[in-house]
């Protein structure tokens, strides 16, 4: 099975230590299944995503925001992947505000695009963190991607229990810039070490749960089929579904199945 992986890195800047960080994190993705995995790097850098301005434009527009830069592009690729890891920077103890954007975006666009409940949409997603020094908010950037990862009905993805619990962090001291990670893990530097070995196994992780979720999810595709919040789960892996039987009792369901039912009936009488 092939195991779709898109890495985002959220820094504004390119080849740095983000960046370096996420390449480590796709090659133990590679690892994880040989032959079998599909990964690419995104850069936000140079990316342009206006901020989400409550206008609700998505809403009357199927899910389209009125806005057209670079969100479109990013918005269809992660909705491609069945994984996601996200590298960023620590910016005022949280992500990049371009990230911030997407994500932001992203979330208000979705949910105008199912008009209920948004299905889950079973992606596992890993979070990477770096900062100038220790301490200085690796865990609480890596904690806002997590939210937003339980917001979209995701799969978030622990790190190596040996040196981090939800994420990988690195730290970029040592006054070298951008190159800080990269050249204090060639010159053997320990916390180099950790922050690369944490990257390389949250980034294989990341596809071996993805493999078990998709896989698990073939072998029961009677229960993906037959439930709404699964609906985005089973269009990915061909499953058939009803969307009208399986919103019966969720939430405004019961409303949208009306006009769906009478979107089926228009249709059946241009028949």
Same mark, same amino acid.
């Given at each position: 099975?092939?195991?779709? %992986?898109?890495?985002?890195?959220?820094?504004?800047?390119?080849?740095?230590?983000?960046?370096?960080? @996420?390449?480590?994190?796709?090659?133990?993705?590679?690892?994880?299944?040989?032959?079998? %995995?599909?990964?690419?790097?995104?850069?936000?850098?140079?990316?342009?995503?206006? *901020?989400?301005?409550?206008?609700?434009?998505?809403?009357? @527009?199927?899910?389209?925001?009125?806005?057209?830069?670079?969100?479109?592009?990013l918005r269809d690729k992660w909705l491609a992947a069945d994984a996601i890891i996200y590298s960023? *920077?620590?910016?005022?103890?949280? %992500? *990049?505000?371009?990230?911030?954007?997407?994500?932001?975006?992203?979330?208000?666009?979705?949910?105008?695009?199912?008009?209920?409940? @948004?299905?889950?949409?079973?992606?596992?997603?890993? !979070? $990477? &963190?770096?900062?100038?020094?220790?301490?200085?908010?690796?865990?609480? !950037?890596?904690?806002?991607? $997590?939210?937003?990862?339980?917001t979209m009905g995701c799969i978030p993805v622990s790190g190596d229990k040996e040196y981090g619990? +939800?994420?990988?962090?690195?730290?970029?001291?040592?006054?070298?810039?951008?190159?800080?990670?990269?050249?204090?893990?060639?010159?053997?530097?320990?916390?180099?070490? %950790? &922050?690369?070995?944490? !990257?390389?196994? $949250?980034?294989?992780?990341?596809?071996? +749960? !993805?493999?078990?979720?998709?896989?698990?999810?073939?072998?029961?595709?009677?229960?993906?089929?037959?439930?709404?919040?699964?609906?985005?789960?089973?269009?990915?892996?061909? +499953? *058939?579904?009803?969307? $009208?039987?399986?919103?019966?009792? +969720?939430?405004?369901?019961?409303?949208?199945?009306?006009?769906? @039912?009478?979107?089926?009936r228009r249709d059946q009488a241009r028949e």
């Amino acid at each position: 099975m092939l195991i779709k %992986v898109l890495g985002i890195c959220g820094s504004p800047r390119r080849r740095g230590n983000s960046e370096f960080l @996420l390449q480590e994190a796709l090659a133990g993705a590679k690892e994880a299944s040989a032959g079998e %995995v599909e990964v690419e790097l995104y850069r936000i850098s140079g990316k342009k995503y206006v *901020p989400c301005d409550a206008c609700f434009s998505c809403k009357k @527009l199927g899910g389209e925001c009125r806005w057209k830069d670079d969100f479109q592009e990013l918005r269809d690729k992660w909705l491609a992947a069945d994984a996601i890891i996200y590298s960023v *920077p620590v910016y005022h103890m949280s %992500v *990049p505000g371009q990230l911030k954007c997407f994500i932001d975006r992203l979330g208000n666009s979705l949910y105008a695009h199912h008009k209920t409940a @948004l299905p889950f949409q079973f992606k596992t997603v890993a !979070a $990477i &963190a770096q900062g100038g020094q220790f301490f200085c908010g690796q865990e609480h !950037a890596m904690t806002d991607l $997590i939210n937003h990862a339980m917001t979209m009905g995701c799969i978030p993805v622990s790190g190596d229990k040996e040196y981090g619990y +939800i994420g990988a962090a690195g730290c970029a001291f040592g006054g070298r810039g951008k190159e800080s990670l990269r050249k204090n893990f060639e010159e053997g530097e320990e916390s180099a070490r %950790v &922050a690369v070995q944490s !990257a390389r196994t $949250i980034g294989r992780h990341c596809v071996e +749960i !993805a493999l078990f979720l998709l896989s698990g999810a073939k072998q029961h595709r009677d229960v993906v089929g037959a439930h709404y919040e699964y609906g985005t789960l089973a269009k990915r892996l061909g +499953i *058939p579904s009803d969307p $009208i039987a399986a919103l019966q009792g +969720i939430g405004k369901g019961e409303r949208l199945v009306e006009k769906l @039912l009478a979107e089926r009936r228009r249709d059946q009488a241009r028949e």
